[in-house]
């Protein structure tokens, strides 16, 4: 396992919300889901993305941005269009609510003419604590330029979009569904391997044989009982390279990682399981004394494991309570 496939657990396209829409100027499409991470393409024409919080950003054919929540955004013909607004995806954001190919107000059209602009759009939600170092990283508007070098593949994948909107036949969800996913992991990796960009130092650190290897093992095992001395035996390197060279590439030493690691897991274990009691949160992130496990849970989050779960929940039933149905 790793450090993407490991963030990326909680980001997922299953059943998401999806979009087709053939659009003739002047329009103005407001996007206000509020949905973690949105996908947006261009499959034939043009436009603008104009984030709540960022500058407007041109999407032209065959071309691929991401938009990271929760605020909200626009697309538009012009930047100066008098066109009226539509509001697309309210109440929308989560998967439950959403449909195979229909947002609220959108409806499959012809294939588009030559002056015609095709956009098709998918919103993810982000469950749990998992993904929150992966939203954190990324700016309000992701541009993926694929370059001749690069492994992503994003071409690729929008010809296969392309396809199979102009389909309507059985299991398409599942089709839509696997797709956006390897859509958004080829736009990430294809970011994040722009030497124009700032992408986190886990992501970099991943490309070294000795950090990418040690990386890998504490993400598959982490609840494994790891030392310095253990990490440095399995990367083949001595304590204090390996040690050394952790923190050089990723920012702090490798136990730190591992700690903050493992308190992640568990918010996650914590807020998504009404059963697991905080010992058997403490045993599935690695510790077997749970008094140790909570006093590092409250160092590294701020609350105590119950507290933490107290209030996610309440949180919850408030923001259920608070939504209205789906349209």
Known sequence: MDVLADLMRGVRAQGSLFGSQTLTAPWRLEFIDGAPLTLCTVLTGGGWIVPENGAPEQLRARETLIVRGPGTFSFVDALDTDAESVACGEFCATPEQGGARYRNGWSDEQPASDDQTTLIVGAYSAQGELSRPLLEALPVVLRCTESPSSSGGT????????????????????VLDRLLDWMLVCTL???????????????????DP????????LHADPAAPWTVALLAEQTGVSRATLAKR????VGEPPLTYLTNWRMTLAADLLASSATSTVADVARKVGYSDPFGFSAAFKRVRGSNPSDFRRVGRTSAAGASAARPPGR
């Open 155 to 174: 071409a690729a994948v929008v010809e296969s979009l392309a396809a199979e909107v102009a389909i309507d036949a059985p299991g398409q969800q599942v």
């Open 189 to 207: 990796r294809e970011w994040f391997d722009d030497p124009g960009n700032q992408p986190p130092a886990w992501w970099s650190a991943q490309r």
């Open 210 to 217: 000795v950090i990418g290897r040690a990386l890998r093992l």
């Open 246 to 249: 952790f923190n050089e590439l």
